[in-house]
């Protein structure tokens, strides 16, 4: 199985992780950065939503504790997306309880309709500071038997690092290829995180001078 090359989506034994997209199509959500949008466009691939039950059983050829990015090329959660083909996806990864499985979406007031197993970490995108309210419905609606992160990416606001304290992660990323966020934002993120023991992982576009690629225990 290809490995990814996102950054933050690395094994325990330090090497890259896994992607696996069995929900196709053009992704309903309308960021204005949305990287997968410009594949779709630049490549013309099919951007119909559909359910590829195929993709799945590639995971069982991964014999090594790995992690794994379910959906990175479209946000699962979206209204638009059946919740059907979501539970059908947690269904398969119940047989892998070795493996870690990582999800991100912007709608996390949706995640309360899907039972995870406790080897999924759960995650929220927030790129503005008047999306706290995000933050707030990642932390209702998990369980504590899930790792829940933040991905700050892109980062164009300073933040409100107060609720940023229960996480058990937090990713950090820039605009591609405009670099908008300012350096004491990631400051003051950083300092909060070292205050409260949160792994913080900051990605190669954000341009900070200080590397920091933690992860969860």
């Known amino acids: 199985m290809t490995r990814t090359k996102i950054e933050w989506v690395r094994n325990p ?6 992607t696996r997209n069995p929900i196709k199509g053009y992704c309903p959500n309308t960021c204005s950065y949305c990287y997968a949008h410009r594949m779709y466009n630049r490549f013309k691939w099919d951007k119909t939503l559909r359910f590829d039950e195929r993709v799945l059983p590639a995971i069982r050829t991964i014999k090594e504790p790995s992690r794994i990015f379910i959906g990175s090329m479209i946000d699962m959660y979206h209204d638009l997306i059946p919740q059907r083909w979501v539970r059908e996806i947690i269904k398969f990864t119940r047989n892998y309880p070795g493996h870690t499985f990582i999800t ?18 759960i995650g929220a995108t927030v790129d503005h500071c008047v999306n706290d309210i995000k933050i707030g419905a990642l932390l209702s609606n998990t369980t504590s038997g899930n790792k829940i992160f933040v991905s700050l990416e892109p980062l164009l606001t300073p933040m409100n690092t107060f609720l940023l304290r229960k996480m058990d992660w937090i990713i950090i990323g820039g605009l591609t290829p405009k670099l908008l966020h300012e350096k004491k934002w990631i400051d003051d993120i950083v ?27």
Do not use: C, M
């Open 191 to 217: 300092e909060e995180a070292d205050r409260f023991k949160i792994p913080v992982f900051i990605k190669s576009n954000a341009h900070y001078p200080i590397k920091r690629e933690e992860f969860p225990e």
């Open 13 to 18: 034994d330090g090497t890259q992780g896994y």
């Open 104 to 121: 991100l979406t912007k709608f996390p007031e949706n995640l309360y309709k899907f039972n995870f197993p406790e080897n999924w970490w």
